[in-house]
RNA sequence: GCGGGCGUCGCCAAGUGGUUAAGGCAGCGGCUUGUGGCGCCGCUAUUCGGGGGUUCGAAUCCCCUCGCUCGCCCCA
């Protein structure tokens, strides 16, 4: 028989990861709600064209990364492999941008067909971040300022923030010019995928991992010396207040990113404890996307981060803190005794008390045992004796000497009122 | 899509051609027929990811296949 299980690149997460998961969420969202960020839920599934038209038919991502389909009406469907466009489309379609800027945030599975490795699975989780009508580049040195804070809160000492501007439109379009035609005159010393990228996405080049290609890049033209005037004051401004805040980061002309949406500031925040897969976070800003998704001209600057690096990054720190230990553990034999458990059990939970019981039926000296190994405070037994009495053993489990632990015998109405 | 490594019980893991597949952890039962951290005893893989082959004989050798994993590509 054929074993069942998961999916390539879809992953079980057991209750072990899950406590460090909403650890994450939990301070993320102090954070969120701290920088009055509101949180927006959209679908998983989505046309493909938002993908193809918000994220550009050159990617990677779009280009062979994608979960799609054909649903049962003949509609082009797509799992989403990230955040940002949804967002957007939400946006549009509710026409929240004609009343004001908004501030979003969002948490859920995203998908990509890639072959997992470390760090990277088929199924992944992003939290990220969406600020969408603001122009100001100071709403680039907020986002960037709540991921960093984040990531401190969370313990991250040794991340690293890195910083490039990719210009606007005009900067880009000449920059691809100049960098083409150097590149075009050096063809042969170029690896094949920055031959094959020369036509279809030369920016993408910048960021080989090729050492060759790396060391040609010293000499070719930068990014940077391509900007505008009014975009190079632009970073400035960036710079100048994550400087104030004393954030550190370095300056990366490299730093490209693969999505086409991108323009002006780009950043990422990376780890060198991840393996090659060492980006946290990434982000930057996205002016034109909006308006080419059929929204009104609006600007955007955004962020996610990865949940499954985050979480490989925090996985030392200890899973349950003592008050998620249930308080009672309650143990019992016998027929009448055993329903009574069940009643007691749960009252004491609807006195928001934590509670477990024990529904083995085994003997006392193995249920205690358990009790024992689960870290509650306090065991409630109940045998047939104790309920003809329609009472209860209550026994202080906080002692370690079995014999000397208090224990003594009471009704039910006393214990409720003892631990209301 | 392309490379490298690996696949023995729920987990860790010995075994590298001879047959009873060690051991540890966890689990279950007992010593303690109604009472907890220790200890002791017992139980838990007709089977070594799957299929085929070589051999008197294979977890151990060969082939195929599936899966996992790390890396390339790319991204969070």
Redesign the pocket.
């Known amino acids: 028989m054929e074993?069942l299980?998961a999916l390539?690149g879809m992953v079980d997460l057991l209750p072990e990861q899950t406590a460090l998961w909403q650890r994450i969420e939990k301070t993320a969202q102090s954070h969120f709600k701290r920088g009055a960020v509101n949180e927006i839920r959209t679908p998983l599934l989505e046309a493909t064209e938002l993908f193809s038209r918000g994220i550009g038919e050159a990617?990677?991502?779009v280009g062979k990364e994608m979960y799609s389909f054909l649903d049962r009406g003949q509609r082009n469907c797509t799992l989403r492999p990230?955040g940002t466009a949804s967002v957007v489309r939400a946006c549009i379609q509710h026409g929240l941008l004609s009343q004001g800027s908004q501030k979003f945030w969002y948490s859920g599975p995203m998908f990509?067909y890639?072959?997992?490795?470390?760090?990277?699975?088929r199924q992944?989780h992003?939290i990220g971040v969406e600020f969408l009508g603001f122009d100001d580049p100071r709403s680039d040195i907020e986002t960037i300022a709540l991921a960093w804070d984040l990531l401190q809160d969370l313990g991250l000492k040794k991340i690293n923030l890195e910083l490039n501007s990719l210009g606007d439109l005009e900067d880009r379009i000449l920059f691809r010019k100049s960098l083409v035609n150097w590149l075009s005159e050096r063809v042969d010393l170029l690896d094949e995928?920055s031959k094959d990228?020369l036509n279809k996405n030369p920016l993408?080049i910048l960021?080989?991992?090729?050492p060759k290609t790396q060391l040609l890049l010293k000499e070719a033209p930068t990014l940077n010396e391509a900007l505008s005037s009014k975009s190079k004051e632009r970073f400035d401004v960036v710079q100048a207040g994550l400087n104030q805040m004393g954030i550190p980061f370095q300056l990366n002309p490299c730093l490209v990113?693969?999505?086409d949406y991108y323009s002006h500031t780009a950043f990422?925040i990376t780890s060198n404890e991840l393996?090659?897969?060492?980006?946290?976070?990434?982000g930057g800003r996205y002016d034109g996307l909006v308006e080419q998704l059929g929204g009104p001209s609006s600007s955007g600057v955004g962020w996610?981060?990865?949940m499954?690096?985050l979480a490989l990054l925090i996985s030392t720190i200890k899973p349950t803190s003592e008050n998620e230990r249930a308080k009672f553990y309650v143990v019992s034999?016998g027929k009448k005794a055993e329903t009574n458990a069940l009643t007691i059990a749960r009252n004491l939970r609807l006195k928001k008390h934590i509670v477990e019981i024990d529904l083995?039926r085994?003997?006392?000296?193995?249920q205690?045992?358990?009790a024992?190994?689960s870290g509650a405070k306090w065991a409630i037994?109940i045998?047939?004796?104790?309920a003809e009495q329609r009472k209860m053993?209550l026994?202080?489990?906080r002692?370690?000497?079995?014999e000397i632990?208090k224990?003594e015998l009471i009704t039910e109405e006393i214990l409720l009122n003892r631990f209301a």
């Open positions: 074993k299980q390539r990617t990677d991502v990230e990509r890639e072959r997992p490795q470390a760090g990277r699975q992944f992003q995928d990228r993408r960021d080989s991992k090729n990113r693969g999505l990422e393996g090659a897969q060492a980006t946290i976070c990434g996610a981060l990865g499954e690096r034999r083995t085994a003997a006392f000296s193995k205690l045992k358990r024992d190994k037994i045998g047939d004796s104790e053993i026994k202080d489990m002692c370690s000497n079995a632990s224990e």
